[in-house]
């Protein structure tokens, strides 16, 4: 018969209450399942590895089944990543390194591990002879929290080259952004003030709106009221103030609309044609690092 190591706390249900600063311990498991257990065969169990919040609590029943189930769903994705990968190294040998890459990244997604992950990466720089790929936005950025293993075998044939490039992008970066930024902050302050001045003619057209939209409200409150004309005068009068109002307001808005996108616009290095060149260097400049520094690093 095998030897039962069960931690009561974590796999028997046992509840503890402190009574005058010592444990009491109370077992709260029913008769029932007392006998299921004692029916069932002995199992050994054993924790190894890190803590499992999820086996808490379990029977040693529960807790068998449950390491099991664990135990065929890591032998089904094992044989899922082998498949895979027989997939991808056939297509990599055949040049075809786009279904490869499919195939790695499909293999890594039900078991993970260094090899995998550099092959993966081969397979992205076409078995290390175009790094193209590689520099896009979003390669890029999965580059930067590869492995070691992985970074290594890429930064080893292309880390020369990326950061003779890296050096050159900077270079003609450095004048562009003080060109730039020049003059998007000298654009500033006359857009601010330009959006300010549209901003207060754009309230008071709407105040003056709302005002003879009020008087025209309360100058017919008083037709049925009353014999008097004036109110019929009071309320046609109001409402062609209002007409007006309403178009001075409709041309304050827009012109409100065009001075804030103007400011929006501003800001944005592609509102010229030095930011937009500018633009494309520092995405080109973020991209590098991101292949050759990875994530959280950065040269000094």
Do not use: W
């Amino acid at each position: 018969m095998e030897e039962r190591i069960i931690d009561k706390d974590e796999l028997r249900g046992v509840k503890k209450k402190r009574t005058g600063g010592e444990e009491d311990v109370v077992d709260i498991n029913d008769d029932a399942q007392d006998e299921a257990d004692e029916a069932s065969p002995d199992y050994a169990i054993e924790f190894e590895g890190e803590y499992d919040e999820d086996l808490v609590g379990l029977t040693p029943t529960q807790l068998r089944e449950e390491l099991e189930r664990r135990e065929r769903l890591r032998e089904e994705a094992h044989a899922e990543a082998v498949k895979y990968l027989a997939s991808a190294e056939e297509k990599f040998a055949a040049g075809n390194f786009r279904g490869a890459e499919k195939d790695f990244a499909e293999a890594r997604l039900y078991e993970d591990s260094e090899e995998t992950e550099e092959r993966y990466f081969a397979a992205v720089t076409q078995n290390y002879t175009d790094v193209a790929r590689l520099l896009e936005r979003d390669k890029a950025a999965e580059f930067a929290y590869a492995g070691e293993r992985a970074r290594q075998s890429v930064l080893s044939v292309f880390g020369e080259a990326l950061r003779s490039e890296r050096a050159e992008a900077e270079e003609r970066a450095q004048p562009l952004r003080e060109r730039v930024h020049a003059d998007m902050e000298a654009r500033r302050a006359p857009f601010a003030a330009n959006k300010k001045y549209y901003a207060v003619r754009f309230l008071i057209a709407l105040a003056t709106l709302v005002v003879f939209a009020v008087g025209i409200a309360v100058s017919a409150s008083f037709l049925l009221r009353t014999q008097s004309i004036a109110p019929t005068v009071l309320t046609i009068a109001f409402g062609a103030c209002t007409f007006i109002a309403f178009l001075v307001t409709l041309f304050f808005t827009r012109k409100l609309y065009v001075a804030a996108r103007l400011c929006r616009e501003n800001e944005k290095l592609s509102s010229t044609e030095e930011g937009a060149e500018l633009q494309t260097l520092e995405d080109r400049l973020a991209v590098l690092a991101d292949v050759l520094d990875g994530a959280g690093e950065s040269e000094d």
